[in-house]
T-cell receptor, first 112, second 113 residues
């Protein structure tokens, strides 16, 4: 069973602070990892992908991957109220069915 | 990235009826994925649809309940059959972009009464 686990939150941070979202996965065969943002009533939107150990930065977002610990995180710097959403962590394998396995999501609220 | 048009965006249906959801992609893709997102929960894969072959269903989902068509490389439908209130969910189609990226349609919010 491929499982992806997230702290469901809610996580509240003040505007301008760093929001830290965490995710663990059970399948050591997972090779690709994604963070999706989902606003209420909307479909998920890909914001970050990471495949190698270490950090990957894109603007205010930094994804971190530690395959030994089976741990993925997303840092949002200078958090804005528009970042308030549910963040879904997903893992995938490069071969086989190629589908994604999603965590239950962490609800983030950025307080102005 | 690919643009996926999904419709209907929402519907309210009577129990016992069926609803067909359509997804149209603006480029050819090998596989399309259908997900369900029940209220307050994450996404669960229903099935993977390949053009020219039968869909592959995940555990807990069967073809009689969720028949899928994939007539070409840009289009797929998912039918939710003999609906009950437990089928009230958001249904999403998704395609894989290149080696790793995945894009979702806008979703269909289904309410069964």
């Amino acid at each position: 069973q491929k499982e992806v686990e997230q702290n469901s939150g809610p996580l509240s941070v003040p505007e301008g602070a760093i929001a830290s979202l965490n995710c663990t996965y059970s399948d050591r065969g997972s090779q690709s990892f994604f963070w999706y943002r989902q606003y209420s009533g909307k479909s998920p939107e890909l914001i970050m992908s990471i495949y190698s150990n270490g950090d990957k930065e894109d603007g205010r977002f930094t994804a971190q991957l530690n395959k030994a610990s089976q741990y993925v995180s997303l840092l949002i710097r200078d958090s804005q109220p528009s970042d308030s959403a549910t963040y879904l962590c997903a893992s995938g394998v490069q071969t086989g069915a190629n589908n994604l396995f999603f965590g239950t999501g962490t609800r983030l609220t950025v307080i102005p | 990235s690919a643009v996926i048009s999904q419709k209907p965006s929402r519907d309210i249906c009577q129990r016992g009826t069926s609803l067909t959801i359509q997804c149209q992609v603006d480029s050819q893709v090998t596989m399309m994925f259908w997900y369900r997102q029940q209220p307050g929960q994450s996404l669960t894969l229903i099935a993977t649809a390949n053009q020219g072959s039968e869909a592959t269903y995940e555990s807990g989902f069967v073809i009689d309940k969720f028949p899928i068509s994939r007539p070409n490389l840009t289009f797929s439908t998912l039918t939710v059959s003999n609906m009950s209130p437990e089928d009230s969910s958001i249904y999403l189609c998704s395609v894989r972009q290149g080696p790793y990226g995945y894009t979702f349609g806008s979703g269909t919010r289904l309410t069964v009464v």
